[in-house]
T-cell receptor
């Protein structure tokens, strides 16, 4: 059974710092991996999608990597800003073409001015 | 930018009452989903829907739950007889294809009293 874990559960950094959020999954047979941002009481905003055949994806200050063999993904945020404060979720799509996502519990990031 | 819209944003209901949560997925998408997030817990998959039928459902999605696409634009989740433990944020999501980026709505907070 696929399980997704995110460490740390919470992270506080000063503005301007580069940071890495970690995601691990137990079964390397994934279809793809998606990173989301969730603001308190709000929906999930898709940040990046990495297909299982890809190693990384970039969008602006965000870079996500995927290492299927070790069951890990990282989300790198460059030059963090207070507006980046949110909970970041990773989720894997399992094979089977139903698009079902299995989520980690998230890392809550606070960027202090 | 196209988005998934959900109504109501918040609903309070008495235990045992029926609730219908409504969603308008992104217009050219083919896959539709419901997820839920109990306060402080992981986002959990409930059901995926494709080609007018359920393609996968979780153990949570028991006989009290049902989904329907009554017309070309709406996708609904019905909870027949609500329980206290059904209190959660319910997210609707959609994707163009099963392995593509999945887009989430803002969620519907359901409080069962």
């Amino acid at each position: 059974k696929q399980e997704v874990t995110q460490i740390p559960a919470a992270l506080s950094v000063p503005e301007g710092e580069n940071l890495v959020l970690n995601c691990s999954f137990t079964d390397s047979a994934i279809y793809n991996l998606q990173w989301f941002r969730q603001d308190p009481g709000k929906g999930l905003t898709s940040l990046l999608l990495i297909q299982s055949s890809q190693r990384e994806q970039t969008s602006g200050r965000l870079n996500a990597s995927l290492d299927k063999s070790s069951g890990r993904s990282t989300l790198y945020i460059a030059a963090s800003q207070p507006g980046d404060s949110a909970t970041y979720l990773c989720a894997v799509v399992v094979p089977g073409n139903t698009g079902k996502l299995i989520f980690g519990q998230g890392t809550t990031l606070q960027v202090k001015p | 930018e196209p988005e998934v819209t959900q109504t109501p944003s918040h609903q309070v209901t008495q235990m045992g009452q029926e609730v219908i949560l409504r969603c308008v997925p992104i217009s050219n998408h083919l896959y539709f989903y419901w997820y839920r997030q109990i306060l402080g817990q992981k986002v959990e998959f409930l059901v995926s829907f494709y080609n007018n039928e359920i393609s996968e459902k979780s153990e949570i999605f028991d006989d009290q739950f049902s989904v329907e696409r009554p017309d070309g634009s709406n996708f609904t989740l019905k909870i027949r007889s609500t329980k206290l433990e059904d209190s959660a944020m319910y997210f609707c999501a959609s994707s163009a294809l099963g392995g593509n980026t999945i887009y989430f709505g803002e969620g519907s907070w359901l409080t069962v009293v």
